[in-house]
């Protein structure tokens, strides 16, 4: 593949900063033109002198002065900017391909509009950008011819698997139709923090326990929401806008492993499943580099060291965020 020229929003979060490393493995594949974070001075500053790019933006404008003189000796210099607008230039800068949006909450909305606008493909890792918006994301998609990459595991592993289902690479997503030949879509989920405790000792539990997720490595809001599968409920909300099913054809199923990703069941009762460690480089890269694959030197999955993958149905009672959302 050429060279792809990526903007990353919410660079200093846990998907933006994996986001670089992807950049920085595959030099060749990647090259990163701008950037966007929130106020996190230090690792944004060793971002910028490691992969210098054409813009950096900072959401905390008061931050500004202070960014600037950090990089004072960087030749060239990027073009810095601060804010609201500053973020939504970032995402639409001309020179970018593909805009990752790892920015947390409602906060992505707005920088993903300008990127839509700017008729940017986007690596979507912000859910919440279609849960508030969706209405509002699919026309504007439609109107620009903007494509739309599920960035996040659950939802990558279901594109990839209608990928296998011999759906045109070329497909738009997230047109609010529903995807030819799907007839059901499961979403795994690992139970989280909790998913050892009983319900009766819920009340117990402090923040340390909430944000020691048993699988993945994340931020803390979305290891709480995994905690308390309201990021489950949130998902099947993604997946209806992302693949138009309706939501009584998407479930949710326990899977303790989380090797699994998600399957999904195919009009002739065929069920296709994406496997793969627990690793959130592996949605990204397949988001970064679609329609191609990569070869990598990661570990390679070993399902006779798994020894065995299991299955149960949620909880109602010890995940009412679930029915909630």
Request: proline share 7%.
């Amino acid at each position: 593949m050429s060279t792809k020229s990526v903007s990353v929003l919410g660079s200093t979060g846990s998907i933006g900063a994996q986001t670089l490393q992807i950049a920085a493995e595959f030099p060749e594949q990647f090259k990163v033109v701008a950037l966007s974070a929130g106020r996190n001075l230090d690792l944004l500053e060793q971002q910028v002198r490691r992969h210098r790019p054409q813009a950096v933006a900072l959401a905390a404008a008061e931050l500004l002065p202070s960014l600037r003189q950090r990089l004072s000796d960087l030749q060239p210099q990027p073009e810095l900017l601060a804010g609201a607008e500053g973020v939504a230039a970032v995402a639409a800068w001309p020179t970018a391909q593909l805009v990752v949006t790892g920015i947390v909450g409602c906060a992505g909305l707005l920088p993903t509009m300008a990127a839509i606008e700017a008729g940017k493909d986007l690596a979507l890792a912000n859910k919440e950008t279609l849960i508030a918006a969706g209405p509002v994301v699919l026309p504007a998609l439609q109107r620009s011819g903007s494509r739309l990459l599920p960035a996040d595991s659950e939802h990558s592993a279901i594109f990839q698997c209608l990928q296998g289902a011999s759906q045109p690479q070329n497909a738009q997503l997230s047109t609010g139709a529903p995807t030819p030949g799907l007839r059901r879509i499961l979403l795994t989920a690992s139970g989280g923090a909790f998913r050892d405790w009983e319900a009766a000792a819920l009340g117990k539990v402090t923040v340390a326990d909430a944000v020691q997720h048993p699988n993945w490595s994340m931020g803390r809001k979305i290891t709480v929401d995994s905690a308390t599968l309201m990021n489950k409920g949130l998902e099947v909300i993604e997946a209806h806008y992302l693949f138009g099913m309706g939501f009584d054809d998407i479930e949710i199923v326990i899977h303790p492993q989380s090797i699994i990703h998600s399957l999904v069941e195919l009009a002739d009762s065929s069920v296709l499943a994406q496997l793969g460690w627990p690793d959130m480089r592996l949605p990204l890269l397949y988001a970064l580099s679609w329609p191609e694959r990569l070869p990598t030197p990661w570990r390679r999955l070993d399902l006779a060291a798994i020894g065995q993958l299991s299955f149960e149905g949620p909880d109602s009672k010890k995940y009412p965020c679930m029915d909630l959302a």
